[in-house]
């Protein structure tokens, strides 16, 4: 089920001979399940519903943490009506207790612990790699078996870090066009570093991924497909071990407040242009309904109105849980089609989206290049458009 595993990394630098200099892809057994929850704006959901699907866990009698790692405005202790709380991850960063499991606040929630953040450390802003695999590897030993990280918004190299080396990572987005654009730059930026980690003692590799920078710098949109061929070029060895590091780069969408059938149109772009232009399949796509409830609970500081047990988003949320983390069948809470709003309404046959294997798109006949928007140009012939 935690198909984005990525585990901790076995490190071997072997650059003697051409082939090799990149980090080899064995692993370790991961002691935890850690399930990173991000994207890249700030405002979508994401502390709320990473205390809310906490909360489902432990209900299903699972250990589980939560663990504010926004480095930048934690706030994840106010959604367990905590305000200031006793102990942050403070304390771990500036040497004074080595054991995150002193640092653990009990909720309110049986089997449900914290780990609060802390706003007052310049040494948290700016880890390095290496503090940032300590912290990881720290966090394996705690004593649960579900760790949720929430990650704070933005594409910094701490966010996209802690994604990566998570075993499981969701992006949430909602249906905002410029949400979605953030959600497609987070996820685009998560694969590239993965990568440039990956072959960071390749000169060659580096050297195209600063030419495919510039490029987007410029309003360019390079698939990856176009920067594996260069990849290929190099040698096979390279390119293996390159299609395998994409390969195993596996997350799932969830889509926050949603209200109408109208609202997963938004976000449908993002599915096509991850799979157009980065050649990702999102493994699982779910919707979370808006509800009053959840903003009752945060303004008011309730925690308990969090997750009623007949609240139109706490089922959604228990279903999302049920499948896409504890990869169960289908529970009571019957949302159709896996999490999509009742009133879903599938786009009609006649939209188009835009899409790089449209032949206007490869001989430069097409101004338009926006991956996963519907087609504007609507003299384009059927056969070279994509559904």
């Given amino acids: 089920m935690y198909a984005a595993a990525h585990s ?16 080899l892809s064995q692993t370790k057994p991961a002691a935890k399940k850690v399930i990173a929850i991000s994207g890249g704006k700030g405002g979508i959901g994401k502390t709320v519903l990473s205390a809310a699907m906490g909360i489902a866990l432990a209900e299903k009698g699972k250990k589980v943490t939560v663990i504010d790692a926004d480095i930048s405005g934690p706030n994840l202790h ?18 004074r207790r080595m054991d995150l499991n002193q640092l653990l606040i009990d909720t309110f929630v049986p089997n449900l612990t914290l780990l609060a953040g802390a706003q007052d450390s310049l040494k948290i802003c700016n880890m390095s790699f290496h503090l940032k695999q300590k912290f990881m590897a720290n966090l394996r030993r705690l004593e649960a078996e579900y760790i949720l990280l929430d990650l704070g918004a933005g594409t910094a190299y701490n966010q996209l870090d802690f994604f990566n080396m998570a075993d499981m990572g969701i992006v949430v987005v909602i249906p905002d066009p410029l949400s979605v654009q953030d959600g497609y730059n987070f996820i685009r930026l998560s694969l590239y570093r993965r990568l440039t980690r990956v072959f960071r003692f390749v000169p060659d590799i580096q050297n195209i991924f600063q030419q495919t920078f510039n490029l987007i710098n410029c309003g360019k949109n390079p698939t990856i497909k176009s920067i ?18 994409i390969e195993n780069f596996k997350l799932s969408l969830l889509v926050n407040r949603v209200k109408t059938s109208a609202d997963f149109l938004e976000c449908l772009a993002l599915q096509i242009a991850t799979q157009h232009l980065l050649d990702i399949d999102l493994k699982y796509i779910h919707f979370i309904h808006q509800d009053e409830n959840i903003r009752r609970s945060v303004v008011q500081l309730r925690p308990d109105l969090l997750m009623p047990e007949n609240g139109v988003a706490a089922k959604d949320i228990r279903h999302v849980v049920s499948e896409m983390i504890l990869d169960e069948k289908e529970t009571e809470t019957k949302i159709k089609r896996g999490g999509e709003p009742e009133n879903y309404i599938k786009p009609p046959k006649e939209t188009f989206f835009c899409s790089y294997r449209c032949r206007h798109w490869n001989v ?19 056969n070279f458009r994509f559904y």
Wanted: glycine share 10%; with cysteine.
């Fill in 8 to 23: 901790v990394q076995v490190v071997e630098h072997l650059p003697k001979t051409k082939g090799e200099g990149f980090v």
């Fill in 78 to 95: 106010l959604a367990f009506g905590l305000c200031p709380p006793p102990l942050t991850i403070r304390e771990f960063f500036e040497n």
């Fill in 228 to 245: 594996s061929q260069q990849v290929q070029d190099l040698g096979e060895v390279y390119y293996q071990e390159w299609k395998k590091t």
């Fill in 364 to 382: 430069g006949s097409c101004e338009f290049q926006n991956g996963g928007h519907p087609c504007p140009i609507p003299h384009v012939d059927e």
